[in-house]
């Protein structure tokens, strides 16, 4: 079994700004410093979770006015992302949607559902790389480029210009950290 861990991926708004936000929500998460005008949360609440995942990326997005990244990786297996803005989905991706198909078999190549480069790509300010997000979306899970799930996250993190290494498995989610320069609320 690999890794497993959420995250959002916050655009627009800087630490304090989410750290009192959280606050007063009541939750329990680190987030990361602002770099490159992303902020990374770790929500306790949401760690595997998807439904509060989803919804805690919806309601940052509306109340703050602001786009993001709601990620999961599932045991090296599975990435998925939805993008809110202004808490509306504007797209959702799930690498291996097959997973829980019982004829699943990893030797078969399994092909993503979802994603969106363009939109990715001009919601975030980066029209130039649609063409090298586009097959990193489109790629077979189980190919030779991507037998895991956060070989894939950090390559599109990385196209899009979002800082790797808040937003992927260096750090991951809210239970792998136990330091790093980040506030825990």
């Given amino acids: 079994m690999g890794p497993s861990f959420t995250n959002i991926i916050v655009k ?5 700004i989410l750290v009192n936000y959280l606050k007063q929500l009541n939750r329990i ?22 439904k509060q995942l ?14 993001a990244f ?34 699943y078999n990893l ?7 979802g ?17 090298k997000v586009r097959p990193i979306l489109r790629e077979p899970n189980n190919s030779e480029f991507y037998l895991l799930a956060s070989t894939r996250h950090k390559r599109l993190v990385k196209v899009l210009g979002i800082p790797i290494f808040w937003s992927t498995d260096f750090v991951g989610g809210y239970r792998y950290i136990d330091y790093l320069n980040l506030v825990l609320i």
Avoid: R, W
């Fill in 107 to 113: 030797n078969n190549l399994a092909f993503p559902e």
């Fill in 54 to 67: 989803s919804d805690l990326a919806n309601q940052i997005s509306k109340d703050l006015t602001c786009l």
């Fill in 115 to 131: 994603g969106d480069a363009e939109k990715i790509c001009n919601k975030l300010g980066v029209k130039s790389m649609i063409d």
């Fill in 70 to 103: 709601a990620i999961l990786i599932y045991d090296e297996s599975v990435f998925c992302y939805e993008l809110y803005e202004q808490g509306k989905l504007l797209d959702e991706y799930n690498s291996n949607p097959d997973i829980h198909d019982n004829n």
């Fill in 12 to 16: 627009g708004q800087t630490q304090d």
């Fill in 29 to 50: 998460a680190y987030v990361s410093p602002t770099e490159n005008d992303y902020t990374v949360v770790y929500d306790q609440k949401s760690e595997q979770d998807l």
